[in-house]
């Protein structure tokens, strides 16, 4: 629940951006997160979830202060 709390404290604009800039190892690039789940990592939040693209298991850590 605080891990989705400090999600939404992030501006919309930004966030989206966070969401189309994911490396996928399987892609070699940039990609959009889907079907995402937000969990508490220490140096903020980390966003897990599947590649737009392939299908590949993503995930990045968003780090907050």
Same mark, same amino acid.
């Given at each position: 629940?605080? =891990? /989705?709390?400090?999600?939404?404290?992030?501006?919309?604009?930004?966030? @989206?951006?966070?969401?189309?800039?994911? +490396?996928?190892? &399987?892609?070699?690039?940039? =990609?959009?997160?889907?079907? +995402?789940?937000?969990?508490?990592? @220490? =140096?903020?939040?980390?966003?897990?979830? @599947?590649?737009? =693209?392939?299908? &590949? /298991?993503?995930?990045?850590?968003?780090?907050?202060?």
């Amino acid at each position: 629940m605080e =891990a /989705n709390k400090k999600w939404l404290s992030i501006p919309k604009d930004i966030r @989206e951006k966070l969401i189309t800039n994911v +490396f996928c190892s &399987n892609c070699r690039g940039s =990609a959009t997160i889907t079907g +995402f789940t937000i969990e508490y990592h @220490e =140096a903020g939040i980390v966003l897990k979830g @599947e590649c737009k =693209a392939c299908g &590949n /298991n993503v995930s990045r850590v968003v780090e907050l202060d």
